[in-house]
């Protein structure tokens, strides 16, 4: 999927949706750690076993600048969006509208009306992003993953997300 974005300044940008693949993760550093990178990998490895959906929007010279995925076997009647990110330089631009849209596409084309995904409560910005597509609040939970941090070795992250969903037609 091709679509034309406006991006700072006005300039019309257009960009491309299309799955992530192994070969895209060196541009990629921007998403997180090296640690990060090697979960996202792996993830790739579900996607081939059609468990996932992992979408990268893509600058015109298909560099990725936007990626996330949806989890098929989280939710029996839903896909769950997680992972998330756009590129730091270009957020506030659309692109995350775009990565959504995108991925609710997907969740729909396996037969699916439902999306949800949880977001941490210390990340505003995403939740009002969430929110204004149209996603309801309807719980709240702790969660955790290892992160690496600058010396390389792994800590524990523990956050509290509230979960949301959509209705998708």
Same mark, same amino acid.
């Given at each position: ?11 019309? !940008? ?14 990629? $550093? ?18 081939? =076993?059609?468990? !996932?959906?992992?979408?990268? !929007? ?13 989890? /098929? #076997?989280? $939710? ?6 997680? %992972? ?6 270009? #957020?506030?631009?659309?692109?995350? $509208?775009?990565?959504?849209? =995108? ?11 439902? =999306? ?9 910005? =995403? +939740?009002?992003? /969430?929110?204004?597509?149209? /996603? ?11 992160? %690496? ?5 792994? +800590?524990? /992250? ?12």
């Amino acid at each position: 999927m091709s679509l034309p974005r406006t991006g700072a300044a006005g300039i019309v !940008v257009p960009v491309l949706i299309r799955d992530l693949t192994p070969t895209d993760l060196p541009a990629c $550093t921007w998403s997180g750690s090296a640690a990060h990178l090697v979960k996202v990998e792996r993830e790739l490895e579900r996607a081939a =076993a059609g468990e !996932v959906d992992y979408l990268a !929007v893509c600058t015109p010279a298909d560099v990725p600048v936007a990626i996330g995925g949806i989890d /098929y #076997q989280v $939710t029996a009647d839903a896909g769950t969006l997680w %992972q998330l990110g756009v590129h730091p330089a270009l #957020q506030s631009c659309g692109l995350g $509208t775009v990565l959504i849209r =995108a991925a609710e596409d997907r969740i729909r084309s396996r037969g699916l009306h439902r =999306a949800e995904l949880a977001v941490e409560e210390s990340n505003p910005r =995403a +939740r009002a992003l /969430y929110e204004r597509l149209g /996603y309801l609040t309807h719980g709240r939970r702790p969660e955790a993953w290892d992160v %690496q941090a600058p010396d390389g070795s792994l +800590r524990r /992250y523990e956050t509290m997300c509230t979960l949301m969903h959509k209705r998708l037609p």
